[in-house]
């Protein structure tokens, strides 16, 4: 009995200190600080590592910050960054795609025969191709739901099949070459924003972090809830406009913002709200956490399993028709190699979390930036591709172990 009134007095005693920290402007560095003491680290493993790569790739060689060179980075990040969007829905639930490198690939022959090869409108042949994407989610979707077989069995079959149905469609020739001179390919190697749209398109993530913070704000206070001081928020919030705005100014002194990199941060950015603000991205979280205990409190787990694979097939689809554009040709060799495997990567070294119930869009933007940097940097050092695969999958490896720690210490500070 005493030992129970030391525990709630203990907690008492916590819940005073973290409403005192709240109510000063340090309150901020203090709430930070307990998240990562209960094992919510957030995303400051993937900056950390994005700050480490940095500073040992420019020591080794300058050209690495160069403008030009952050660019071409950022065109490279958001092919793979959309398949990776799709890998966030479906670890969400605790599940795996494995065809997704073999979707994109798919989507890329769709386009280059029914575009180039059959003269459809291009905006045909990318419908036809996101209609077979969602297809084939929904299929994966009623394996799972209606016979049970795990998402590694279906999609592993479903990159075999989807690998010999490209193979197929290309034909002997085995590779179809997009008109260089076509918007779709324009986008996806040359685009880039006006100076002045990307300057005030940077500005836009500290305005809304400041009013969904005084949002907040007003809403905790309307029930007499600790919150976060209005100097901490617009400071913040400054910090934030700030970092942007010098992002958009290095990179304007090369080539520019690419529209496909904005393209992939609005994707991010809707789909983050999705998961945040709706019914359905709570469903999400509900059953990746618990299908059951989600079950049992009324939720469609089925439609939320059609809804991941869907969505996952889906973006796996924008991301190989991208890819053909910033290639400007669709072949046998799209969508294999490390595509798969990097898109997996990237969501993991991002912050999803491979248990179910855990993590966000912005992962998938965090994660994809990190191989690229790596995959960028050796390049430029004329490394061999075999370092970068180890280089990667070692980093893979670090970030699930850290995952799992992290989980380990919020299941026993939830013990505790």
Known sequence: MNTIS???RAALDRSDE?????????????????????????????????????????????????????VNLLFD???????????????????IDLSVGSMSGLSSAIIGVLWVNLGWPIAGAIAVALVMGAVVGMIYAQLYNR??????????????????MQLYILGPSGSINLPYISPLVRFGQVMVMPDWFAYLVAVLP?????????????????????????????IRAIL????????????????????????????TVLLNYALKRTKWGRSMFAVGGNREAARRSGI????????????????????GILAASRLASASQQAGTGDVNLNAIAAAVIGGTSLFGGRGNAYSALLGIIVIQSISNGLTLLNLPSSLRYMITGGVLAIAVIVDSLARRSRVNHGRA
């Open 300 to 319: 469609n787990v089925r439609a939320i399993y059609i809804s991941a694979f869907m969505l996952c097939s889906t973006l796996a689809t924008l991301g």
């Open 240 to 267: 934030l406009t700030v970092v942007f705005e010098f992002a958009v100014f290095y990179l304007n002194l090369g080539r520019g913002v690419p529209w496909i990199f904005g393209l992939f941060v609005v994707f």
């Open 206 to 234: 500290g305005v809304a972090m400041a009013i969904q913070g005084l949002r907040t704000r007003n809403r905790r206070e309307k029930v007499d809830l600790s919150s976060e001081p209005m100097g901490a928020l617009f």
């Open 77 to 95: 990040c958001a092919t793979i960054g959309f398949i990776s969007l799709g890998i966030v829905c479906v670890l969400m639930l605790g599940e």
């Open 147 to 164: 016979l049970g077989m795990p998402s590694f069995v279906a999609t592993l079959a479903g990159l075999l099949a989807l690998l010999g």
């Open 6 to 8: 030391k525990k709630r």
């Open 18 to 70: 973290r409403v005192h920290h709240d109510e000063s402007l340090s309150g901020v560095f203090h709430s930070f600080v307990d998240r990562i003491k209960t094992g919510d680290l957030g995303m400051l493993p993937v900056v950390l590592g994005l700050i480490l790569i940095s500073t040992v790739f420019s020591i080794l060689n300058p050209v690495y910050l160069a403008p030009n060179n952050l």
